[in-house]
């Protein structure tokens, strides 16, 4: 059984720093990663690193946020620096499997981050 367990969130002054963890069990995976989202928009991509290390990151994070991995914990981390308040969001971690023909991806339940101005 595929869980995938967040911690790491919640309430920072505008300039202050949080560090986000992702603990995924169950299976070997190949992508994983974190998302975000904030009242009524989409969810949208923060980071995600590959099992190689290959890291993406949304422009608006560029340079604030680190994302870094330990494959033989199945553990993904985010730091995030220079939190501004529009950083307000649950933030979601993200765990895929890759088969031979398709990915499938889980999903934490959330970590909620709360940037005060």
């Known amino acids: 059984q595929v869980q995938v367990v967040e911690s790491g969130g919640g309430l920072v002054q505008a300039g202050g720093s949080l560090r986000l963890s992702c603990v995924a069990s169950?299976?070997?995976?190949?992508?994983m990663g974190w998302y975000r989202q904030a009242p009524e928009k989409e969810r949208e991509l923060v980071a995600t690193i590959t099992s190689g290390g290959s890291t993406n990151y949304a422009d608006s994070v560029k340079g604030r946020f680190t994302i870094s991995r330990d494959n033989a914990k199945n553990t993904v981390y985010l730091e995030m620096n220079s939190l501004k308040p529009e950083d307000t969001a649950v933030y979601y971690c993200?765990?895929?499997?890759?088969?031979?023909?398709?990915?499938?991806?889980?999903w934490g339940q959330g970590t909620q981050v709360t940037v005060s101005s």
């Open positions: 169950g299976s070997i995976f190949s992508g």
């Open positions: 993200n765990a895929d499997i890759t088969f031979n023909t398709y990915t499938r991806r889980y």
